[in-house]
């Protein structure tokens, strides 16, 4: 069998430990903070420095590897002799970071399956671990990404936040917009769909939006095996709720893993701001180990 190796990018929220275990390799997206432009990741930015930035209005953007960085990694992996590759990223309609994995692609003699996982955060994390499966278990590079690419289309997003002007402001709010408009009181339950931000639902408190996400995780669930993990910027306490409902209310499809709970990534962070919080419910394929 040729030998492949996965490739993701800093979004997609692995653990380093968990990528280094997969050998999965990972390429940073950036963060501009005020002048400086720092790597995504624990030496660069973090999502507690991209948080402290949008408090004090400090303005924060982000920016997606450049075909050339993608190029550079997939080269090394060939001097190292990989003989294909399988990259997979975010939506290609929330960032140009496909797009650079694609054009870089095309520079290479060497086959590179290049993903769209059509979904942000741990989701297209599932979809690289799934690659990861495929390819333990004997597929082919192809097979791989094809298991990755359904891995990621069968994943729930859901997420509110405080406000909807971090959103406004990278120009991701969509529809959403206009069905929320710029009220205050509401709290904004918002998900992934066709790899865009789109509205799901509104409250007016803290409490609703979290009970509501617990809700719709449930639902989303239904009763198959699934990976479930939440996700905040900058609102532990709540995340910690809600990890722990939803760890007693999907114990069957989880069983016996965890629900993941941690801060979610600086480029996310920066697009949705402080006091977000998000489930992600990832549906397992007959491949899945992880």
């Known amino acids: 069998m040729p030998r492949v190796v996965v490739v993701t990018d800093s979004t997609a929220s692995l653990p380093t430990e968990v990528a280094q275990a997969r050998g999965i390799r990972v ?14 990741g624990p030496d660069g930015a973090t999502p507690e420095v991209v948080a402290e930035a949008l408090r004090d209005f400090v303005p924060v953007s982000t920016s997606r590897p ?9 080269r090394s992996l060939e001097a190292e002799g990989v003989e294909e590759i399988v990259s997979v990223h975010l939506s290609g309609e929330m960032s140009g970071t496909f797009e650079s994995a694609q054009l870089a692609a ?58 909807l002007e971090y959103l406004r402001r990278g120009g991701r709010i969509g529809a959403a917009a ?11 339950l918002l998900e992934i769909v066709d790899g865009r931000v789109q509205p799901r639902d509104r409250v007016r408190t803290a409490s609703r939006a979290l009970a509501r996400l617990a809700d719709l ?12 993990c939440v996700s905040h910027l900058a609102n532990s306490a709540r995340a910690e709720e809600l990890a722990a ?14 629900v993941m709970c941690g801060e979610l990534g600086a480029v996310l962070g920066a697009h949705v701001g402080p006091g977000m919080v998000a489930v992600c419910v990832s549906p397992r394929l007959s491949t899945d180990r992880s």
Request: charged fraction near 20%.
């Open 27 to 40: 390429v940073a997206l950036q963060v501009v903070i005020g002048a400086r432009v720092l790597d995504e």
């Open 66 to 74: 450049a075909p050339a960085l993608f190029a550079e990694l997939y």
């Open 106 to 163: 095309l520079e290479l003699e060497m086959p590179v399956h290049v993903v769209d996982s059509g979904q942000v955060g741990i989701a297209t994390g599932y979809a690289a671990l799934t690659a990861c499966d495929v390819l333990d278990a004997g597929g082919t590079a192809e097979e791989a990404a094809e298991a990755a690419l359904a891995r990621g289309e069968a994943a729930t997003s859901l997420f509110y936040v405080d406000t």
């Open 178 to 188: 206009k069905i929320f408009g710029s009220a205050l009181s509401v709290k904004p």
């Open 217 to 228: 995780a449930v639902e989303a669930a239904g009763d198959q095996p699934v990976d479930v």
């Open 245 to 258: 409902a939803l760890t007693e209310r999907l114990a069957a499809g989880l069983e016996g893993r965890d």
